[in-house]
């Protein structure tokens, strides 16, 4: 949280985003590996249909993602507003939770007893069609106004050029005096300048456009990748852990291994933080 906040306070919005996954991430393990140990490769809805004691375990895993999920309606809201608001309807809250910047930390923020709305997938996966369709829409047909309309600015100011470079030309052809066509030259230089000052804008301001429409697709392919990478070791760890107490041979699930690290040492590059060791849990600390 204090990294998030930091890096937002100094414009650093791409290590807000690490920060915002690595909670994000952070929740995924928590609702999935925390049971791990109590009940070989469980989850929530399993222990949902189970005894009344995995029942309240249960309860109390969804309980904390709900609140994580609060926390990061939170945090993605200055990257991604509409999605934000979302979050928000589905949880049933009218606001989002306060931060304060100078201390921030974490706290229940959903009460006991809270009714959450209906449920539902936030992202679906953005195909390379799909991404180059949201380009042209939002970005691209906004940048063909704002050239067309420098176009035509440019278009005008050549042929003043050309319209005052002949008039010069017939004011020196006739032999006037400098005194007459030295201020028609002067309105002449003019023109130029103001073509190439109209070009460089134009240059300039679709640019900005450019980087301003990959920006949007590099962090929602970013987010997209994150997820898809974090499901990847889910099902990779379950194989192994599968695979172990089957009795099978090191030769069997060492190279399962290896791709679980590999994929995990993929998910840090992507968030900016390291993947934690899971550490062994005490019985006294699974209720």
């Not at 928590?30 to 929530?44: A, C, D, E, H």
């Not at 990061?72 to 509409?82: F, Q, R, S, T």
């Not at 042209?136 to 309309?149: E, L, P, V, Y």
């Not at 004011?171 to 109209?198: C, F, G, M, T």
Request: glycine share 6%; charged share 25%; proline share 5%.
């Amino acid at each position: 949280m204090k990294g998030y906040v930091s890096s937002l306070e100094k414009a650093k919005l791409r290590d807000g985003i690490r920060y915002m996954l690595s909670i994000s991430r952070h929740g995924n393990q928590y609702s999935v590996n925390t049971t791990l140990g109590y009940i070989q490769s469980t989850q929530p809805w399993v222990l949902v249909k189970g005894t009344d004691e995995q029942k309240e375990r249960a309860a109390t895993i969804i309980g904390v993602c709900c609140n994580i999920t609060y926390l990061l309606a939170a945090l993605l809201y200055p990257y991604m507003p509409e999605a934000s608001r979302t979050i928000k309807e589905q949880l049933n809250v009218t606001n989002l939770p306060p931060m304060v910047p100078s201390n921030p930390v974490i706290t229940n923020l959903l009460q006991s007893g809270h009714k959450i709305g209906k449920p539902a997938p936030l992202f679906t996966k953005i195909e390379q069609d799909r991404l180059e369709e949201l380009k042209q829409k939002f970005a691209g047909k906004q940048a063909s106004n704002s050239s067309n309309k420098e176009v035509l600015d440019a278009g005008t100011l050549e042929k003043e050029i050309e319209k005052q470079g002949a008039k010069v030309r017939t004011l020196k052809a006739s032999k006037s005096d400098k005194s007459v066509w030295q201020p028609e030259v002067e309105i002449l230089l003019n023109l130029k300048k103001q073509l190439e000052a109209a070009k460089t804008t134009r240059a300039t301001e679709s640019k900005t456009n450019d980087n301003h429409t990959n920006n949007i697709g590099n962090i929602t392919a970013e987010i997209g990748n994150v997820k898809k990478i974090e499901e990847e070791i889910q099902n990779q760890g379950v194989l192994v852990r599968k695979l172990k107490e089957s009795g099978a041979a090191k030769t069997e699930w060492q190279p399962q291994v290896n791709i679980l690290l590999s994929l995990k040492a993929k998910l840090a590059a992507l968030t900016g933080q390291p993947i934690p060791a899971p550490g062994k849990q005490k019985k006294g600390n699974l209720k």
